[in-house]
């Protein structure tokens, strides 16, 4: 059956959405706060949590790949921790709206609030785990270079495609619940797959096609680079612009058929 697009209600579902920071700045920060309430440390748990991984992790490899800890350990590190905020970005998008069932059923609001929601609070998590690189280059000697800066522009894309990835995960989501499933699948696979462990050099010649074609390293290394004080390439950025104009289209598209779907698909 063919659906009619709305794109004015979708457009205008976006705009009141990204608009309204007050809202989704503090519901993102409230739940935060609601899921470590009672604890001693609260948010840091995870970070502590993630700093033993990446401490024991760094040194049983370094030894593995023959190469210096002062040097893996940061790049492991910076990509532990930029991975960790693109996939709970992409996890959390596939039950965004699922998990407001009672909210989206009851009130009237721009479901991109929730996506902006998501994205939001993950950033948090990622700004309290920068404590583990901080640590990680005292004891490797890394010093901020003017290209560390560039993590402000690769934060903010991050930000922007967060949102589409989100509001088109969750509204697929929400009619097929298996694609959460396999969405997961997928990101258990492309951890291993993904520069994150070991560099693209080790590769070689044959296997760089693997990184190339990787659009979630491309994205990845547009934070990590800058967080060790390199600027990423020109390709990353190439290919991270790309997509976000592509999957926002994607979801344009889809969200502008399907939005006024979602209440009698939850």
Not at 7 to 14: K, Q
Not at 68 to 87: A, N, Q, R
Not at 207 to 223: K, S, T
């Amino acid at each position: 059956m063919f659906v009619v697009p709305n794109y004015h209600e979708a457009v205008s579902d976006f705009s009141k959405g990204i608009l309204n920071w007050k809202m989704w700045g503090r519901l993102g920060w409230q739940e935060n706060k609601r899921r470590y309430r009672r604890t001693i440390i609260g948010p840091f748990w995870t970070t502590l949590s993630l700093g033993i991984f990446i401490g024991v992790l760094g040194i049983v490899w370094a030894k593995l790949w023959n190469q210096d800890p002062k040097i893996f350990l940061p790049y492991l590190c910076s990509g532990m921790i930029v991975w960790g905020l693109i996939s709970s970005i992409i996890n959390e998008g596939c039950s965004v709206f699922v998990s407001a069932e009672g909210l989206i059923k009851q009130l009237r609001f721009p479901y991109s609030l929730l996506a902006c929601t998501v994205v939001w609070r993950n950033l948090i998590v990622f700004f309290h785990n920068l404590v583990i690189f901080f640590f990680v280059s005292l004891y490797a000697g890394f010093n901020l270079t003017w290209s560390s800066f560039l993590i402000i522009p690769g934060l903010a894309l991050i930000f922007i495609n967060g949102i589409w990835v989100s509001v088109l995960l969750g509204l697929f989501c929400s009619r097929y619940r298996d694609i959460q499933q396999v969405i997961g699948s997928i990101l258990t696979v492309s951890v291993f797959v993904t520069p994150i462990f070991f560099t693209p050099e080790q590769l070689g010649a044959r296997g760089l096609f693997i990184v190339d074609f990787n659009l979630l390293f491309h994205y990845l290394n547009i934070v990590r680079a800058p967080i060790l004080g390199k600027a990423p390439d020109a390709l990353n950025w190439l290919i991270s612009i790309s997509g976000t104009f592509l999957g926002w289209g994607m979801t344009v598209f889809f969200f502008s058929r399907f939005r006024r779907r979602i209440p009698y698909w939850l």
